[in-house]
């Protein structure tokens, strides 16, 4: 992963039978502490993306010793979601949000 504007972070997501599905983010802007953009696509296993791919706009925000998160996806059309979300990324997302809770309560003691 190279975090800076122009860099980028390929990874695979692998199935519990072995099947790899690539992925490639690119980072659009990086403001420290308070937010970052990026594109996100599929790609091939050399991690040329598969275009269209999904701008992600997190933000950051601290009040009370409490960080508040807010992610934003922004697709091309609706079709793009639907497709998405028939690939299983609702269920993914929303697992991967819940290993963070766990972690983040591990941390914590």
Same mark, same amino acid.
């Given at each position: =992963?190279?975090?800076?504007?122009?860099?980028?972070?390929?990874?695979?997501?692998?199935s519990p039978?072995? @099947?790899?599905?690539?992925?490639?983010? #690119?980072?659009?802007?990086?403001?420290?502490?308070? *937010?970052?953009?990026?594109?996100?696509?599929?790609?091939?296993?050399?991690?040329?993306?598969?275009?269209?791919?999904?701008?992600?706009?997190? *933000?950051?925000? #601290? @009040?009370?010793?409490?960080?508040?998160?807010?992610?934003?996806?922004y697709n091309e059309s609706?079709?793009? =979601? #639907?497709? =998405?979300? @028939?690939?299983?990324?609702?269920?993914?997302?929303? =697992?991967?949000? *819940? #290993?963070?809770? *766990?972690?983040?309560?591990?941390?914590?003691?």
């Amino acid at each position: =992963m190279d975090f800076k504007v122009g860099g980028k972070r390929f990874y695979a997501m692998v199935s519990p039978e072995g @099947e790899a599905h690539w992925s490639v983010q #690119e980072y659009t802007s990086i403001s420290p502490k308070t *937010n970052f953009k990026y594109l996100n696509a599929f790609a091939d296993k050399d991690g040329n993306p598969n275009l269209p791919g999904s701008n992600w706009d997190l *933000n950051f925000s #601290e @009040e009370n010793g409490i960080t508040d998160v807010k992610i934003s996806i922004y697709n091309e059309s609706l079709e793009r =979601m #639907e497709q =998405m979300i @028939e690939m299983g990324f609702q269920g993914g997302f929303t =697992m991967t949000l *819940n #290993e963070l809770d *766990n972690l983040l309560a591990t941390l914590k003691k």
